[in-house]
């Protein structure tokens, strides 16, 4: 097993002045999205440090995510249930038309088809290019089955929180805040495994897959982190994560780093949160100046982002 390499401090980017949503890398590592509550999305030259592009919505950013098939292209999604595109950092004029006003938790585009996965409020939706530019809602996902043990948890709501595609588009995995992890197949709806995660309440923050789509990294707002086998309901590895109080129990990204070797989360006790995996050890812990850092993005193997309550990231 390689020795772990430590990250160390490059930058610090300012330029937002409320809590940082979502932060997302470019394809190609040379761009990186940040979207805040205050509704402003920068995107950045991540190499310097330099801002590239300003612009301003009406309502809070939520979720971003770039095209791997069309390198400038940037989905944006807000709590208002706007879903605009912006190209190449220009001006945003373009769309996705889903019918449904609600805030955008997630959004993702699978890389062979082009299609773009939505959790839009209670729903989730998979969209496709109509036009140049033009996107529109062609398949709304039923609602996913209940779990089996909700005795501590009487919220039934229907949240995506992470999407992902998988098998060359024709999988879905939807991490759902109450519904633990569903897999989907895209063409019939049919549902094919669904993980009931293990710990009491059974909410799940956030989630991703690992790079070779075998494993999946939850947060459990709760004690950390654990790590499931696709379609299996018992974690093979739990890392240990405490919010510092209830107040600070929000949810935190987690996301996989140098191909499945150690996994990052954030942390309301001012830190960024690293472990070897599979062993588990904690083998780094980041500090931050701001009060919860929530919002984390990996590029390739070897920069590491992450945004704060302070507007710093």
């Not at 989905?75 to 208002?80: E, M």
């Not at 006003?101 to 773009?116: I, M, N, Q, R």
């Not at 590895?237 to 109080?245: D, F, T």
């Not at 929000?250 to 006790?269: C, F, K, T, Y």
Request: proline share 5%; aromatic share 8%; net charge negative.
């Amino acid at each position: 097993m390689k020795r772990f390499v430590p990250f160390t401090p490059e930058h610090t980017l300012n330029g937002h002045t409320d809590s940082i949503n979502s932060l997302a890398f470019s394809p190609t590592g040379n761009r990186l999205a940040s979207g805040s509550e205050d509704g402003s999305l920068i995107v950045w030259e991540p190499l310097n440090g330099t801002l590239i592009y300003r612009t301003v919505f009406h309502s809070a950013i939520l979720s971003l995510t770039w095209d791997p098939r069309h390198f400038g292209r940037l989905f944006i999604g807000c709590s208002d249930g706007t879903l605009a595109i912006c190209e190449n950092s220009e001006e945003s004029t373009s769309s996705i038309l889903t019918g449904t006003k609600a805030p955008v938790f997630a959004l993702t585009v699978d890389e062979y088809s082009g299609h773009v996965a939505i959790a839009l409020g209670s729903e989730i939706h998979i969209a496709k290019e109509i036009a140049r530019d033009k996107y529109a809602t062609f398949r709304i996902f039923p609602p996913p089955p209940e779990l089996p043990l909700t005795a501590e948890q009487p919220d039934k709501r229907i949240r995506g929180r992470a999407l992902a595609f998988r098998e060359k588009g024709s999988e879905w995995v939807v991490t759902y805040l109450n519904h633990g992890v569903v897999c989907w197949d895209t063409r019939s709806f049919e549902q094919h495994w669904q993980i009931n995660p293990i710990h009491s309440h059974q909410i799940v923050g956030h989630a991703a897959l690992s790079s070779d789509m075998k494993h999946i990294a939850l947060t459990n707002l709760g004690d950390g982190v654990d790590i499931y086998s696709l379609g299996r309901s018992h974690p093979d590895i739990r890392l240990e994560n405490q919010p510092l109080s209830e107040e600070k129990n929000i949810p935190m990204q987690v996301s996989w780093l140098r191909d499945g070797a150690a996994i990052v989360s954030g942390s309301a006790d001012r830190g960024v949160h690293i472990w070897e995996i599979p062993s588990g050890e904690a083998v780094q812990s980041l500090e931050h100046e701001g009060c919860i850092v929530q919002a984390i993005a990996v590029c390739h193997t070897i920069y590491l982002v992450f945004g704060s309550f302070s507007g710093a990231s």
